[in-house]
């Protein structure tokens, strides 16, 4: 089945470590995006790649970095320059504009 | 810059009502609209995509509506069911190929 796989589930980080978080589509979408979800809050982009070896940012990019060297791949890292890393990550891509986007079940972070 | 704003925050029905969710956005020029629903803890699956084009999307027991001069969007579930019981998302998508950005949400809660 196609689909969109984020893992893992649940991540725990130290202070001071990076951790990345993987994005795998098998869905053949060009456009992968990552959205930031806290609690009462709506879902907030942090970068989104409409091609192979190219991403831009979104409104809160600082401390968070990615790559996109496969199309159906978009990890993104958590570096220790994130201050307030704690939230749920959503992972979603689309086919193009004209379509629905399709979403991971997402990562829960947790800074311990 | 782009805002979008869900009203009510939540809500909580008996099964079998009839209800509308409502949704409104400050910039007209939208490509298109989607809603969503977010069950606790998962991620997001796609309900409804409106076009710009377009005035209405139907499926199911779930028709949307969108006013595009006027900012609007409304979702209306029929006959509603304890299994409708989660939080609906609505995003709308700019010119220019740029991503979904979303409102918080409405918590609904379906009673039987």
């Known amino acids: 089945d196609g689909g969109i796989t984020q893992s893992p589930k649940y991540l725990f980080r130290k202070e001071g470590q990076n951790v990345t978080l993987s994005c795998e589509q098998n869905l053949n979408h060009d456009a992968m995006y990552w959205y930031r979800q806290d609690p009462g809050q709506g879902l907030r982009l942090i970068y989104y790649s409409q091609i192979v070896n190219d991403f831009q940012k979104g409104d809160i990019a600082e401390g968070y970095s990615v790559s996109r060297e496969k199309k159906e791949s978009f990890p993104l890292t958590v570096t220790s320059a994130q201050k307030n890393p704690t939230a749920f990550y959503l992972c979603?891509?689309?086919?193009?504009?004209?379509?629905?986007?399709?979403f991971g079940q997402g990562t829960r972070l947790t800074v311990v | 810059k782009q805002e979008v704003t869900q009203i009510p925050a939540a809500l909580s029905v008996p099964e079998g009502e009839n209800l509308v969710l409502n949704c409104s956005f400050t910039d007209s020029a939208i490509y298109n609209l989607q809603w969503f629903r977010q069950d606790p803890g998962k991620g997001l699956t796609s309900l409804l995509l409106i076009q710009s084009s377009q005035r209405e999307q139907t499926s199911g027991r779930l028709n949307a509506s969108l006013d595009k001069s006027s900012g609007r969007s409304t979702l209306y579930i029929a006959a509603s069911q304890p299994g409708d019981s989660a939080t609906y998302l609505c995003a709308v998508s700019g010119s220019g190929n740029t991503p979904l950005v979303f409102g918080k949400g409405t918590r609904l809660s379906v009673i039987a």
């Open positions: 979603a891509s689309t086919y193009n504009r004209d379509t629905e986007a399709f």
